[in-house]
């Protein structure tokens, strides 16, 4: 481990889960709007999804993606199509008058939360990317896997600290008498990141 910076490592994914993004704007939208248990769940499946691209990008899925067009693109494709189905989604309910139904009717179950922030998660294509510059700059060439292992439970249990952190954040009653008061607000705010995070993905071009 002596020569893997893992202070840089983490640093930097420090910074890229606790900037505003689409998992922790939907975190957000969830655990305000049904409450901790669906916001919690939410960051799980968003922790597992990671989990998931960090493990891909350690044993150079990144590199096949990118050396691959058509896999890329397809990825790109759904996650952009994804978050702008939410974006339609918080636009409707910012349009929808009146008070927002009572959450013990609309609270999802636990596994439709976890399946919304993996689906979320993993049609991200530049999380992939993130964690192969990530491990390009603080891993040297030639790692032995247990110290490449080290470093993904590191990243690992910093994601679960953060992603879960915010759930229980915005999950207060504070938060969600926010919510309530300020709705409409809210949603809208929801539906243009949506937009927009939608937009960069399908804008962006990556070589």
Do not use: D
């Amino acid at each position: 481990m002596e020569n893997v910076n893992l202070v840089l490592i983490l640093a930097a994914a420090f910074l890229g889960a606790v900037s505003p993004g689409p998992a922790t704007l939907t975190i957000a939208c969830t655990a305000m709007q049904h409450g901790r248990k669906p916001g919690l769940a939410l960051a799980a499946a968003v922790c597992t999804g990671s989990l998931i691209w960090s493990v891909s990008a350690a044993f150079g899925l990144g590199a096949v993606m990118l050396a691959n067009a058509w896999m890329f693109e397809a990825v790109r494709y759904i996650g952009a199509g994804y978050l702008m189905y939410l974006a339609i989604r918080s636009a409707r309910s910012a349009l929808r008058h009146g008070a927002p139904a009572l959450r013990a009717s609309a609270v999802p179950t636990l596994r439709s939360a976890y399946g919304k922030g993996l689906a979320l998660h993993l049609t991200n294509p530049k999380a992939v990317l993130f964690f192969g510059s990530l491990y390009a700059i603080g891993l040297p060439p030639g790692t032995p896997v247990s110290a490449l292992l080290v470093v993904m439970a590191a990243i690992a249990v910093q994601s679960i600290l953060i992603f879960h952190g915010y759930a229980l954040l915005f999950s207060s009653q504070e938060a969600s008498r926010i919510y309530l008061r300020l709705r409409r607000g809210f949603e809208a705010a929801f539906a243009a990141a949506f937009g927009a995070a939608s937009w960069q993905i399908l804008a962006a071009r990556f070589s």
